[in-house]
C-alpha cells in the first residue's frame, strides 16, 4: 500500500521519444529521482503492450529509492531482471522493444488514466497478489473502516464454512445470518 506516484506517456513521436531524451529534465529517470520513498509508481503506457516502459535498471532503481511497487496498464521490459530487483510490480506484460519505440513520456505527478481508472497523485493504491485497487485519497479512511469490518464479516463466514454450513443465506449473508454474526462477534 502506498501513495500514488503518476507517471504519464503519450504515443511515440519520433522527434521526443529519443534516447537522448533519457537524460532530459522531464524523463522517467528525472521522475524516478522525484520519487518518495514508500510511493507506488502508477503509470499511464495507455495500454500499449508493444514496448516496455521500465526494464531492470529502472526497477532496480525504484527499488534502491524505496519505492513500494510499479503498477501499469503497459508492459515491462528484462522481465527475469525487473524480477529479480525485487521490486513488485503489477503491468500487462513483457515486451523486448524500449519504451521510445511506440511511447514518450511526457509528465509525472499529474492525474492519469491507468488501465480504464482515474489516478490522482496522492490516491492511495493498495496492492496484492489478486492486483491493484485504488482508493481516492478523500475515501481512505471511510473504506478502511469499511473494508476492516467486511474483513471480520468475511472471516466469520469462512469459519462457518469450515464447520459444514451451506452457502445459501450465508454467503452473502442473509438477514438472519447478519444477526448471528452480529451476536457473535
Known amino acids: ?10 504515443p511515440a513521436r519520433e522527434d521526443l521519444a529519443t534516447p537522448a531524451s533519457w537524460s532530459s529534465p522531464i524523463s522517467t529517470r528525472a521522475a524516478i529521482e522525484a520519487m518518495p520513498e514508500g510511493c507506488i509508481a502508477v503509470a499511464d503506457a495507455m ?6 516502459i521500465f526494464g531492470d ?11 513500494t511497487a510499479l503498477v501499469t496498464d503497459g508492459a515491462v521490459r528484462d522481465v527475469a531482471g525487473v524480477n529479480g530487483t525485487g521490486l513488485p510490480v503489477w503491468c500487462a506484460g513483457g ?29 492511495v493504491v493498495v496492492v496484492d497478489d489478486d492486483g491493484a485497487v485504488l482508493i481516492p485519497a478523500a475515501l481512505v ?19 462457518k464454512v469450515e464447520a459444514g454450513e ?13 444477526a448471528r454474526y452480529e451476536a457473535e462477534k
Do not use: H
Not at 47 to 52: F, R
Not at 166 to 178: D, M, Q, R, S
Open 47 to 52: 495500454g500499449l503492450t508493444d514496448a516496455g
Open 95 to 123: 515486451a523486448a522493444p524500449p519504451s521510445v519505440a511506440s511511447l514518450t513520456f511526457v509528465s509525472w505527478q499529474e492525474p492519469i488514466g491507468c488501465g480504464g481508472v482515474a489516478v490522482f497523485p496522492g490516491d
Open 166 to 178: 451451506a452457502l445459501p443465506g450465508l454467503y452473502p449473508p442473509n438477514a438472519e445470518n447478519k
Open 1 to 10: 500500500m502506498g501513495e500514488a506516484f503518476t507517471l504519464r506517456f503519450v
Open 57 to 67: 535498471i529502472l526497477c532496480a532503481r525504484l527499488a534502491k529509492r524505496g519505492v
Open 141 to 159: 479512511e471511510a473504506v478502511t473502516a469499511e473494508s476492516v469490518e467486511q474483513e471480520r464479516l468475511e472471516a466469520w463466514i469462512m469459519t
